[in-house]
């Protein structure tokens, strides 16, 4: 039985994003591999599956080139994953999809399906939803497809029965990812990988973790923390390089470092393979979750980037987001990765709660002080499943992601927070500024050119310096 994996394009719904994010995240700034089904294809294929994969979001197919390739690959079931912004784009992907293949059970996966599972299946072109994490789902799914099983035995999936839907009882997250096999990078194109910044190609991304303790209210990720055993990290490291030629890797955890004991083994064991000569890599994590000795660590092992999440410089919006640093912390952080040869990245939302035009100029303000390396600005997306999108649903009684995943009618205005007194047209502006003024310094285009090792990185910088304008 042949299982086909498919990233249909992902654009995200341009209502919450403008147009220069849009651009970055989904038309070619940051293309990174969809692990979660690159993670579920070698399972299945554990499992005696024939699978393949098609990113076609990497691949910039357009809908008939997507359907072709499908063609070529003759399925039996078809897979797709999503996220909620660009889900409703993806659904009409789906139906276009569904025409040529209407016999192909359709199933949807990853953290969309989980939060809206019941509002999903009203779109009648899915056939069947993973709720949750799908390591045990999906095999116990497709074994009882096969076999003609009895679906409500399984727990964590959705599918209709007739015009009703059944929502089974949710499976629990698993404890550790020991055993789980690296994500089946053979069935991608990881040639194709790539971000803006990076500074070697190809570039892949690895998760050495999943989940973040702390609280922020705009943020969604779980609150547990799924560590992956430091070996296994250093055993897939070393796969990308010597089986996949890969040269730089994007460590996607939330907060790398949030065990610090953890990375400094994750850094010592790359450091005793060797495989910091021949590669480097980027990280993201908190300020306050960092000491000197783990930066001088890291920096050793191959880092090369670390994005800190700064968002703001007003401190009232901070602790309102339960994300309260010093400010100090994060001078003496970005001063410790620069020192040790690591560029930083700060992360930096405008439209944060009690938003004013004179707060976003203090953010920029901050953002040069810190004399960063590069920086990304973006709006703040109230996002499903946090605590802000519960505050400011029951400020104005409405349930926007809800309403989007019915394909409802909605406006953006719905998930503006209240407090925010610049309108969206007036952040959309700050925002093209924020880059502007952060970019287009004497100071920084200095500062950029003295860290420039190769006429191919002064291209790069050229060309996103391009897409600011
Ligand atoms: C790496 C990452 C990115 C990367 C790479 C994206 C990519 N190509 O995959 C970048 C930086 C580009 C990115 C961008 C964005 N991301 Co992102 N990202 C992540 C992150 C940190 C890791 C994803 C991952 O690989 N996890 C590891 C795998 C193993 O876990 P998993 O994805 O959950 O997969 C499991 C299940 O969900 C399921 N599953 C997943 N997919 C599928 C598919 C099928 C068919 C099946 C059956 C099962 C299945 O099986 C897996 C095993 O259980 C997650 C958070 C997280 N920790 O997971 C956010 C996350 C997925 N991103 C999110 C968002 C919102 C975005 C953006 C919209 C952000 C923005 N503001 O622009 C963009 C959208 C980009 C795009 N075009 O898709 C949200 C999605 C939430 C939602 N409601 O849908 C997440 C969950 C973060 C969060 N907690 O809010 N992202
Ligand atoms: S914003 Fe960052 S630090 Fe805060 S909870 Fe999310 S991942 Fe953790």
Not at 227 to 242: G, H, K, Q, T, Y
Request: aromatic share 10%; hydrophobic share 40%; glycine share 6%.
């Amino acid at each position: 039985m042949k299982i086909l994996f498919v990233q249909a394009p992902q654009y995200m719904d341009k209502r919450f994003y403008t147009k220069k994010v849009h651009k970055r995240y989904s038309e070619g700034g940051i293309i990174a591999p969809p692990l979660g089904m690159a993670y579920m294809a070698s399972i299945m294929r554990k499992h005696g599956y024939d699978v393949g994969i098609i990113d076609g979001h990497a691949m910039k197919y357009d809908i008939n080139e997507l359907i072709e390739k499908i063609r070529q690959e003759n399925p039996d079931v078809l897979m797709f994953g999503v996220v909620t912004p660009a889900f409703i784009t993806v659904v009409e992907w789906l139906k276009a999809i569904k025409q040529h293949f209407p016999n192909v059970p359709m199933i949807l996966g990853g953290h969309h399906t989980t939060i809206f599972p019941r509002e999903t299946l009203t779109h009648k072109v899915i056939d069947y939803i993973i709720v949750g994490e799908a390591w045990h789902t999906l095999p116990e799914l497709m074994d009882s497809l096969k076999n003609k099983g009895d679906l409500s035995n399984i727990k964590g999936i959705g599918f209709r029965n007739g015009e009703e839907i059944i929502i089974t009882p949710p499976r629990e997250r698993i404890k550790s990812w020991d055993g789980i096999p690296f994500p089946a990078r053979d069935l991608l194109p990881n040639f194709k990988y790539t971000s803006t910044i990076s500074k070697r190609k190809p570039v892949t991304s690895i998760m050495t973790a999943q989940g973040c303790p702390f609280k922020c209210t705009y943020c969604a990720a779980e609150r547990f923390v799924v560590f992956r055993d430091p070996i296994e990290v250093a055993d897939e490291v070393e796969e990308c390089v010597n089986k996949y030629g890969i040269q730089e890797i994007l460590f996607y955890d939330e907060t790398f470092t949030v065990n610090q004991a953890r990375a400094m083994k994750i850094c010592e064991e790359i450091i005793r393979r060797g495989i910091n000569k021949k590669i480097v890599f980027a990280i993201r994590t908190r300020a306050d979750c960092v000491t000197k000795e783990l930066i001088d660590k890291i920096a050793e092992a191959g880092c090369i980037r670390i994005n800190f999440g700064i968002e703001t410089a007003d401190e009232e919006a901070l602790k309102k987001m339960k994300r309260y640093l010093p400010k100090e912390k994060i001078k003496q952080a970005v001063k410790w990765a620069q020192d040790a040869g690591i560029d930083v990245l700060g992360f930096f939302m405008l439209g944060v709660p009690g938003e004013t035009v004179e707060n976003i100029k203090n953010t920029i303000n901050f953002a040069k002080e810190l004399n960063l390396d590069y920086v990304l600005f973006t709006k703040l997306t109230i996002s499903p499943n946090t605590e802000l999108f519960d505050e400011v649903q029951q400020e104005n009684g409405i349930d926007y992601w809800r309403k989007f995943t019915l394909g409802e009618e909605v406006v953006e205005s719905e998930v503006r927070l209240p407090s925010c007194s610049v309108s969206p047209e007036d952040l959309d502006k700050w925002l093209g500024k924020a880059y502007r003024q952060f970019y287009f310094r004497p100071a920084y285009v200095m500062h950029r050119i003295m860290k420039l090792n190769s006429f191919g990185e002064f291209k790069e910088l050229f060309k996103s310096a391009l897409s600011l304008i």
